[in-house]
């Protein structure tokens, strides 16, 4: 076996290989914050639209904006092995542009563990309802570059570009 | 006005800029199948382990798979304007590439409208799932490239590539 | 026991007086409309904040919008003898009196019985997003007159004020 | 500008008017209640069956009391910006009147925020399922006059009648 | 391999031997219906109190018929490679021996798949409801001979015992 | 009344005999874990299936992890009036017998209120999933013995067998 692998971790996955929720009883609640971001591809004319002021641009990103809120909610019925958490808030942030929209969350919490995968999923979540909320306009968006861009609270500060 | 806003169709929102649930009431339903993919980016050595025999790659892959197939049940309640829909099939595969994971998911209905949200949001969950079963092991995970690859069934094929 | 008790039909209880789920396996599928109505009484200048072209209204009723339209998709979910129904359209409105906010929601259905509870259910749960939205500002709101305003497409139509 | 607009305080908005959960991270936790209550106003001889000792109404009110419960927790899936929150406690009850049932609902918690939207929505959701159960009986019921009744332990403490 | 093995059909898994969603797209919709049926074990003293006309037994088998019911509509939620489905009818009874409360649970279906899960969920739940109400008065009680009594309306139809 | 009624004590329901929830808010959080186990009753040749190297049983099993892992989390949306809890570890655990699979479940919590309904959630509905999964090789099973096996960290400790 090469050390490489004998040197990864992976702590969702029990001694047996089988799928397994983290103990997470004995850890000391603190405040943690993740921020993960990602990007709408569209076409430039889609973007435009998106964009000018002649268009009820409003309720394409306020829809969106639900939905991720929502959806960081519903984190832990979404992903098996996440444990239910009570974020203590959730932002959906949208940048308009050239050729995509980009999509930012932040989650927080006073809890036991991370928030990363609730800001996925935020992230996730507004830009699948952006895409069904164009794509009566736009049939090549794609969703991509979904990413953790910084997370504060835990054991160890992660930040990524 | 440009021409090319003038031609985008919105059908998610009405004439005042609202979100807006279109209206299936007069479709005949036929049968409908749709097929989303999308990339988790991983480094080399995740892959390694995830691909390698020794590794009990099975629990993750299994939970990914589940995840898909749940939140692809879930549309409805996540994508805030997509339909209630009685699914009659919904598959979720993986192939392992040299640095990432394809997803590929399909959905298929007998019913009145089409379901690539469905795949998309089978795609996307199953993503954020493999994230979190490796996020132990890797810290620099992307989601990228979750699109549709095909449409059938509906008033127009569409097929991506 | 008296006339009026004896005429009164009450399908959702068994003769026990159990709990009762109406058994519709055997009602031909008709599309159907309801259309349910309420109100949220707020101060003048709530009322006034929220029409003042100088406020951003847009996301209050945005989000309230999309509230309600999700709740009529988790109606089944909510009210114990309601059955899953999909929901072929699901339209929330808004119209801003002097002091109060009122709602109206419609919802439609190619099925077996009527979708009145659904479009209540919307009204229901718009207002209290409504009231969550502007708590801060508002101490003395109140919901009120949530009513059917009219069902059609099953045995009888029905039509109130 | 008038005055009255400025000086209102949307929590629920950020500066642009984008909807803002509030965080509530660096809040204390204390214990808090709340209480709301609301009518279905029904037709006397509705309200007569459902008083009567020879009429079952014990599931009416006990699937109510249960609808209600089972809502006060779904609240932050309901209602958008609403925390998700560990309730303590939830109690629906019911007091019939000659023309209407007067529902109350009280919440507790243990937690850094309000829970009056919990109550609102326990007190919401069962009055709709009494609809719902009496609905073959009664086509002219409504809903009305549900409010917050009173609120004790957060910063201030709120009494209305 | 033996031969009791090869002839073993596990539809529910594909040749790879991963989860695997029926495909119900060409079925032809057909009226079904299932009856399930459990046990929940209980201390003579406890029977003997859940039957008392001077105890409140009432809410206890309300709250778990209502519990049933709910969790049948449930089932594509809990079980990973259910369907959605469309119950036309759900029926949750008790029947009070004297060492067990037996529960009966129906479940109907217009559709193209058998609701045996959905009975056998309904008669779950209704259990777990059941123990939840009791286990203050009773540490000893179990669920048991939870199985499929009867499926009518598929391919072939089955009865047990 | 005798003696047995007067000492039983019914914590779920109020003197009324209304469905209660208990208050748990002047409770101290401790660290609580509750065991429960139940058991599939197959056929000798399923068991054998199952247990063959030559079976995929890898998914079998995996997907009835995940669905019983999912079940505690869900617990008090199925269960009326248990708690919205934030548990801290759920395991999910099969052991394969001659005629039967045991399931074992253990939740984790730091909270006010113990999980063994929580863990009994995740055994039936993990049995569900195992019913549902070989239940086109297997006519005959059914779910039995689910008990609460040990419960600590409350004010009493349990142990069953």
Redesign the interface.
């Known amino acids: 076996?090469?050390k490489?692998?004998k040197t990864?971790?992976?702590?969702?996955?029990n001694q047996?290989?089988?799928?397994?929720?983290?103990?997470?009883?004995?850890k000391t609640p603190t405040?943690r914050e993740a921020v993960a971001s990602?990007k709408v591809y569209m076409q430039p004319?889609?973007m435009?639209?998106l964009k000018?002021e002649?268009?009820?641009?409003?309720?394409?990103l306020?829809?969106a904006?639900?939905?991720g809120?929502?959806?960081a909610?519903?984190t832990?019925?979404?992903?098996?092995?996440?444990?239910?958490?009570?974020?203590?808030?959730?932002?959906v942030e949208f940048e308009l542009a050239s050729d995509h929209v980009l999509i930012t969350a932040t989650c927080?919490?006073?809890?036991?563990t991370g928030v990363?995968?609730e800001a996925?999923?935020a992230v996730?979540?507004a830009?699948?309802?952006l895409?069904?909320?164009?794509?009566?306009?736009?049939?090549?968006?794609?969703?991509?570059?979904?990413?953790?861009v910084s997370k504060v609270g835990g054991k160890s500060d992660?930040k990524?570009h």
Do not use: W
């Open positions: 076996m090469s490489s692998k990864l971790k992976f702590s969702h996955l047996k290989g089988q799928a397994n929720m983290v103990d997470i009883s004995d405040t990602g004319e889609t435009t639209a000018s002649s268009l009820p641009k409003g309720d394409v306020a829809t904006r639900i939905a809120i929502q959806a909610k519903k832990s019925d979404l992903i098996p092995l996440c444990h239910p958490l009570m974020l203590s808030k959730v932002k927080k919490l006073v809890g036991s990363e995968m996925l999923t996730s979540v830009a699948l309802t895409f069904d909320m164009c794509k009566s306009a736009d049939k090549s968006m794609s969703l991509s570059e979904i990413h953790v992660v990524h």
